[in-house]
Nanobody, 120 residues
């Protein structure tokens, strides 16, 4: 069974850093786009950062210059380095990936979510 497993959330003081990780497990042939989203209660899930298979990145304006997304294609893993954290970054973060589960067939997967809490 293919799934994404997240780790690295937690509680940190404002100005601190956290690193989120998300690893794809199970049987798949390759990984296309990978991304991190966040979602606060009552709101839609919003893109934080994305990275293509070729390494092209995209960031939400609110995190530009503070967060860095990266990936390890050999491990099927995506990371989110979060620096200069602010209380408003507090929310649940979800990883996303497009996995090739059979030849030229890509499916979308979501991680289970990890809580990030930034205290003032």
């Amino acid at each position: 069974q293919v799934q994404l497993v997240e780790s690295g959330g937690g509680l940190v003081q404002a100005g601190g850093s956290l690193r989120l990780s998300c690893a794809a497990s199970g049987r798949f042939l390759s990984v296309r786009a990978m991304a991190w989203y966040h979602q606060t209660p009552g709101k839609q899930r919003e893109l934080v950062a994305s990275i293509s298979s070729g390494g092209r990145t995209n960031y939400a304006d609110s995190v530009k210059g503070r967060f860095t997304i990266s990936r390890d294609n050999a491990k099927g893993t995506v990371y989110l380095q979060m620096n200069s954290l602010k209380p408003e970054d507090t929310t649940v973060y979800f990883c996303y990936a497009e996995l090739e589960t059979s030849a030229n067939i890509f499916q979308q997967y979501w991680g289970q979510g990890t809580q990030v809490t930034v205290s003032s």
